[in-house]
């Protein structure tokens, strides 16, 4: 069954450091997020993207985070500078559009990323 | 997204079946109705969705009711491996829209 991959499963950084999460979607997706979760509190959306572009972002989701899809496969989360508050899991999911009755519209979650910042 | 709101934690013993309730009072008309569960710190794993209709697959049926303000996901035989915490969530079907994620209901399977 395909599935979203992350890498790397556990990162851990000194604050300041730029981190870059990467995640490989589903093959024939078109709509790529990510998700942040920091331990102990809820899942949050911090964008999505559509076509090359950004279709919505949350305010977490500020100057210090940017998001790349460079080469047909990989979705890619950059933070610039990272704070000790950026400490968190973080999912990328894939989904198609929803249509008919063989697409649940489903989102696909990865494993997750968990970021360490000291 | 219209809000939605679960109780925080059920327990359910083993074999038995789960019956997780979800109200959804504001639902628009273009607005479905989706289960994910999250184990442990695992990704969110989509479970079920439905419309207005009650839907069945091999994980879980969803109950909605007739005037959609609220619904039941029910787990038929639940087992360990149910424990989770299960997020009901409404969104727009067609699209990229994003799923907003409440702080869901947390399961425990008794043995």
């Known amino acids: 069954e395909p599935e979203v991959t992350q890498t790397p499963s556990h990162q851990v950084t000194q604050m300041g450091q730029e981190v870059i999460l990467r995640c490989v979607p589903i093959?024939?997706?078109?709509?790529f997020y990510w998700y942040r979760q920091i331990l102990g509190q809820k899942v949050e959306f911090l964008v999505s993207?559509?076509?090359?572009?950004?279709?919505?972002k949350s305010e977490i989701f500020d100057d210090q985070f940017s998001v790349e899809r460079p080469d047909g496969s990989n979705f890619t989360l950059k933070i610039r500078s990272t704070k000790l508050e950026d400490s968190a899991m973080y999912f990328c999911a894939s989904g198609r559009p929803g249509q008919g009755t063989t697409n649940t519209g489903e989102l696909f979650f990865g494993e997750g990323s968990r970021l360490t910042v000291l | 997204d219209a809000k939605t709101t679960q109780p925080t934690s059920m327990d359910c013993a083993e074999g038995r079946a789960a019956n997780l309730p979800c109200n959804h009072s504001?639902?628009?008309?273009?607005?479905?109705v989706y289960w994910y569960r999250q184990i442990h710190s695992q990704g969110p794993q989509y479970i079920i969705h439905g419309l207005k209709n009650n839907e069945t697959n091999e994980m879980a049926s969803l109950i909605i009711t007739e005037d959609r303000k609220s619904s039941t996901l029910i787990l038929p035989h639940a087992t360990l491996r149910d424990t989770a915490v299960y997020y009901c969530i409404v969104r727009k079907y067609f699209g990229n829209e994003k799923l907003t994620f409440g702080t869901g209901t947390r399961l425990t399977i008794i043995p």
């Open positions: 504001t639902i628009s008309g273009n607005e479905y």
């Open positions: 093959s024939n997706h078109l709509y």
């Open positions: 993207f559509y076509n090359n572009e950004i279709s919505e």
